[in-house]
C-alpha cells in the first residue's frame, strides 16, 4: 500500500530529543545550553525523591522543585505552581515523570513561556506535542499553542524498567492510541503515517519482551522509541472520536488516564473501521486478524491489559451520562458520531465485552 498523497502540508516542532541509558544525568548541561541557571523540578508526590535526586544533580542549577503534579492537569494545580515558580525566579522547568508532570510543566509554559526538558519515566508521548489537556469544573479541555511545547526530550531506558509491569501496559496501550487514530486523521500525511506505523510496530515488538522481562533495558529503550514516535505523531495530526471520549471518561468521571485509553482504545478502533478499514489496514497487518478493532483488543488481552471500564468507577448509569457529554458538541470523525451508537460503544467498554465490529 503507496502511503503517497498528491497534495498533503507537514508540520514538525524543532524539539531537541536524546536518547540513552542514563541520559538523565546530563540534564544540568541541558539546561546550559538553554542559557538558564534556575530551574525549577516537577514531578507528582510519588516521584518527589527522585525529583530531589535530580535537583541536587543539577550541581546549582535548581531553583527548587514542585511536587503536585496530578492527573488531568488540575487548573488550581497550576495556579499554585505558577505562583512557586515565580517565587523562585525559575527560568526553566525540568518536569520529571508521565502525563500529569508533563501536563503540569506545558500548562506553566504557556503561561510563561519558560523552556521545558522533559525526562519521560512512562509512554504518554505527550511530551513530544504542543497539545495541552487540563481540567476546570469536571470539565477537560485542550489547547494547542507553540509555547505548549517542551524544548528538550531526554528518553533515559533506566528509567522506565522499574515501571510496574501493568503500569507498562495501559501507559504503552495509551501511547499506541496516538498512533491508531492518526492512520485516519482528517489532516494525515504520508509523513505521519509512517511514523504511525513504525510507533505501533515498535511496541508489537517490544512490548511482550518487556513483559517477560522488566528489566531488559533494550526492550524498554525501544518502548520509550514507540512512545516518541507515538507521541510525535500526535503533535502533528488532529485526533478524533477515541480521544474525545477519553478526556469525558477522564475530566468529568475522573477515570485513571492511561487505564482508559487502554480499555476504550479497541472498542473506538472497531468503530471506526466501519468507515475506513482501508486506513487501518496497517493495524491488522501489524497485530493480526481482519478488525483493526478486535486485533488491538487480542493484543491487549495477550499483555494483560484492563478491559472493562468498570473496574475504574465508572457506573453503568454513568455510560448514557458519558455518551450524552460526549456527543454533546459535533466533531469530525470518519464514522458519523450519535449518541445510540456512543452509548453502545461505550456500554461494551464498561462491561469488558469485545468490540463490535
Known sequence: ??????????????????????????ISSEVERLGC?????????????????VAADLNGLAAGIFTKAAMHTPVD?????????????????????????VGLGKAIAYKTDLPQIVVPTTYAGSEATAILGQTENGVKTTVTDPK?????????????????????????????????????????????????????????????RVLDNPGDL??????????????????????????????TLGGSFDLPHAETHAVVLPHAIAFNARAVPDLLAPVTKIFGGSNAGQALFSFAKSVDAPSALSEFGLTQDDVPKAAEIATRKPYWNPQPVTRPAIEELLQAAWAGDPPAA
Open 37 to 53: 541557571k534556575r530551574a525549577l523540578v516537577l514531578s507528582t508526590p510519588p516521584q518527589a525523591d527522585v525529583a530531589m535526586e
Open 218 to 247: 533494550n526492550a524498554r529503550g525501544e518502548t520509550l522509541y514507540g512512545a516518541w514516535l507515538c507521541g510525535t505523531v500526535l503533535g502533528q495530526v488532529g485526533m478524533a472520536l477515541h480521544h474525545k471520549l477519553c478526556h
Open 77 to 101: 494545580v497550576t495556579a499554585e505552581a505558577l505562583e512557586h515558580a515565580g517565587a523562585v525566579e525559575a527560568d526553566c522547568l525540568v518536569a520529571l515523570g508521565g502525563g500529569s508532570t
Open 148 to 208: 505548549i511545547q517542551p524544548e528538550v526530550i531526554l528518553y533515559d531506558a533506566e528509567l522506565v524498567r522499574t515501571l510496574p509491569v501493568a503500569m507498562t501496559v495501559t501507559s504503552a496501550l495509551n501511547a499506541m492510541a496516538h498512533a491508531a487514530e492518526a492512520l485516519y486523521a482528517q489532516n494525515r500525511n504520508p509523513m505521519s503515517t509512517m511514523v504511525a506505523i513504525e510507533g505501533l510496530k515498535a511496541f508489537a515488538a517490544a512490548l511482550p
Open 1 to 26: 500500500m503507496s502511503l503517497f498523497q498528491a497534495s498533503f502540508e507537514v508540520q514538525s516542532a524543532a524539539v531537541r530529543v536524546r536518547f540513552g541509558e542514563g541520559i538523565r544525568r546530563q
